[in-house]
DNA sequence: CTCAAAATCAGTAATCATTCCTAATTACTA
DNA sequence: TAGTAATTAGGAATGATTACTGATTTTGAG
């Protein structure tokens, strides 16, 4: 593992994950001022290829880039743009189900408001 | 509704959906030989803002756009391409409960392989 | 009808995320 | 240490999508 590449997965473990190619080359080049953004995005596909960090693509069509390659769904928050995962196993067991054990891998994003900015809201009304 | 936009609308709804905005080009131009893709995009964006169809993002950032806008679960087969719609309920029912009724649209795409290409392997292995 | 305002169009340029390419550098091996 | 393989930085190329522009079509009030 190149110093790069080590970077790059040290970056998205000390984040909470859920970070853009973009993000993590920004943070990258505090340290390696020369990191070229081709190589980030080398190491983050072969990072995923190896198993040892996952990806899922947004809405938008870009993707972001998770500590754990496990799969398991999101919660985009469409006030703030938080992120965060679906820890409930039941939607991984429902695929499961559906596709007769043949599942290779799924991308759940739902969008939806988080806690945070669903009281904000319940606070503005009162 | 204009010429081009209705005959968007009406390709999507001939076929089974899920067809890109390359695919739906194509096709419209059989009818009206100089329509552009601009065009086509625009149109689709406007028919999903107002609820005539639905998108959805494929794992590699592209859209294809589906004949039914109400928010559903896709099953790509991993081996010919094929993309179903999942019928079963409780994905959206378990996304309801986690989102604690706020849910404001889900994009599920699932990765397997499709009950032919299953059949197909198993004559093959044999 | 008639004509002007509004909507829509075709075509093309621009954008953005991502991938590809190449020559140079670095790391490994014997 | 010499040769080879892997990796890099930087930039060019790609592909999907969006934005822009001037021309054309549609619409609706008089």
Redesign the interface.
């Known amino acids: 593992m190149s110093r790069q590449k080590d970077l790059v997965l040290e970056i998205l473990n000390g984040s909470r994950g859920h970070l853009s190619a973009a993000q993590i080359y920004e943070s990258a080049r505090e340290r390696i001022h020369n990191i070229s953004l081709g190589t980030v995005y080398r190491d983050l596909g072969e990072l995923c290829r190896d198993g040892y960090i996952g990806r899922f693509?947004?809405?938008?069509?870009?993707?972001v880039y998770d500590r754990t390659p496990f799969p398991h769904?999101h919660?985009v928050c469409?006030e703030c743009g938080r992120i965060d995962d679906?820890e409930?196993p039941?939607?991984m067991d429902?695929?499961n189900r559906?596709?007769?054990g043949?599942?290779?891998?799924?991308?759940?994003?739902?969008?939806?408001?988080c806690?945070d900015c669903?009281s904000s809201i319940n606070r503005a009304k009162a």
Chains 1, 2 share one sequence.
């Open positions: 693509v947004l809405s938008d069509g870009s993707s769904g919660l469409s679906i409930d039941c939607l429902d695929l559906i596709t007769a043949t599942l290779i891998s799924a991308e759940i994003v739902a969008e939806h408001i806690p669903r």
